[in-house]
């Protein structure tokens, strides 16, 4: 008697991540993006709870874009949008007012920043919403990605505010450290704000820092590496944003520090901003 063994296929490891176009008119979009970023495309109907050939997913929709992990237990979709509550919140905050002076708001007209380390954009538009000039530069293309579609939504809107802060900002698609230095010389600050994780609690900022946790799982840690990057390059002044009682990046001691309760901004001063 012969003996038909059966043998459990194992199902094909999930990619890292997806693109996945979230409505039917962005289905060009999100195969542009894909084949951009050299991701797979997912057909329209996927669900990211029930997702399982992806971990997360790059979801494109006719008004921007948003980056979701999968599975059940997975938190909601993060996206970049500059004209959401907690931003329009935000201008009447104190901690704009301490970002504002850690950087020189007031000490020169047209003061020009380069955030090296922009991330979802918001101090950025904090700084374009107090008038600097502000480049932002993100190396990772995904998070790129997703600021280039938040920049193109506020740069476009019809809020004259939002408009006017977002005209103020410039997506630059790269590793700070690998910019020539020439591109830097007209600038009069660098804005540091290397990945730290918050003793914040809320649902908004867990779910950011998951993400962020998961796209840079791979990637090494070149925080110390920045700030040398940074400390030599031709500025005026170089802002660190830190917790409040964490020890200097580098442990480079900054020529003084504006504290806040939830974040502290270490300043190094390396000439006058004239």
């Avoid at 094909?12 to 951009?36: I, N, Q, T, W, Y």
């Avoid at 380069?114 to 700084?127: E, I, K, M, N």
């Avoid at 867990?206 to 962020?212: W, Y």
Wanted: aromatic share 4%; charged share 25%.
């Amino acid at each position: 008697m012969s003996v038909i063994s059966r043998v459990k296929k194992t199902p094909p490891a999930p990619s890292l991540l997806a693109v996945c176009p979230g409505d039917d008119l962005s289905r060009g979009p999100a195969g542009e993006l894909a084949e951009e970023l050299d991701l797979p495309l997912l057909p329209l109907s996927t669900d990211p709870r029930r997702c399982t050939s992806a971990r997360a997913v790059l979801l494109v929709y006719v008004n921007g874009i948003a980056l979701q992990l999968t599975g059940k237990q997975a938190p909601g979709p993060v996206s970049v949008d500059f004209g959401e509550s907690t931003m329009r919140h935000r201008r009447g905050a104190g901690h704009n007012e301490l970002l504002g002076r850690a950087v020189g708001i007031g000490k020169k007209d047209g003061l020009r920043v380069f955030d090296a380390t922009a991330g979802l954009g918001r101090d950025s538009f904090v700084l374009a919403d107090l008038g600097a000039q502000v480049t932002l530069c993100e190396r990772h293309p995904v998070v790129a990605a997703m600021l280039r579609s938040g920049l193109q939504l506020a740069q476009s809107s019809t809020d004259p505010w939002l408009a006017g802060a977002a005209a103020r900002m410039t997506l630059v698609a790269s590793d700070a450290m690998e910019l020539p230095a020439e591109q830097l010389q007209d600038f009069d600050v660098i804005y540091l704000d290397p990945m730290f994780r918050q003793r914040d609690q809320r649902a908004a900022v867990k779910k950011e820092m998951a993400l962020f946790q998961f796209l840079l799982q791979e990637e090494p840690d070149s925080n110390e590496d920045l700030l040398h990057w940074a400390l030599a390059s031709p500025v005026a002044r170089v802002v660190v944003k830190r917790p409040p009682r964490a020890a200097s990046l580098a442990d480079v001691k900054p020529s003084h520090s504006i504290k806040g309760k939830a974040v502290r901004y270490d300043v190094h001063v390396l000439s006058g901003l004239n």
